[in-house]
């Protein structure tokens, strides 16, 4: 159930439409129906390939592993840590690490402050209708692969 949590900051930083899917899903060690090792590789109009993935398990895993031309940035619950190298000089490499206080996640009484607020039409929702859709389509499309095993073009 975690699936756009996932997938859409790889979205949001690609800048692109999804262009291909390719998705493993399985359920593993969680009671109930829901997966709980997901992958997803996503090929945008940009060039750009993203790799989404989750696997519940009992020892922690990065938050989020970024890679660029010029380095890395690692996250966890208690950091973040940028590792940056110049291409030109591959073996010198500059770590730096920040630490995550108050709540990474954010204030979780806040999305119900949103939607009470939209209901009453006041500001709207900050997550449009159509990004919603979208990312409904992207989850569709890696459900789609697994089932056929192989990458499935975005309609």
Request: no cysteine; proline share 9%.
């Amino acid at each position: 159930n975690w699936g756009m949590h996932i997938i859409q900051p790889v979205v949001g930083l690609a800048k692109s439409r999804v262009k291909r899917v390719f998705g493993q899903l399985q359920q593993t060690i969680n009671p109930g129906d829901a997966d709980d090792n997901f992958l997803a590789v996503l090929e945008f109009e940009n060039g750009i390939r993203g790799v989404a993935e989750f696997t519940q398990s009992p020892h922690p895993f990065p938050g989020f592993v970024i890679q660029g031309t010029e380095g890395t940035i690692i996250t966890n619950s208690e950091s973040v840590t940028v590792k940056q190298a110049n291409p030109k000089q591959p073996g010198e490499v500059q770590s730096t690490s920040y630490p995550l206080v108050g709540k990474p996640f954010g204030d979780e009484a806040h999305l119900y402050r949103d939607i009470a607020a939209n209901l009453l039409n006041e500001p709207p929702y900050p997550t449009p209708p159509e990004l919603a859709l979208e990312g409904t389509k992207i989850l569709d499309a890696v459900r789609r692969s697994h089932e056929l095993g192989q990458t499935v073009e975005l309609r």
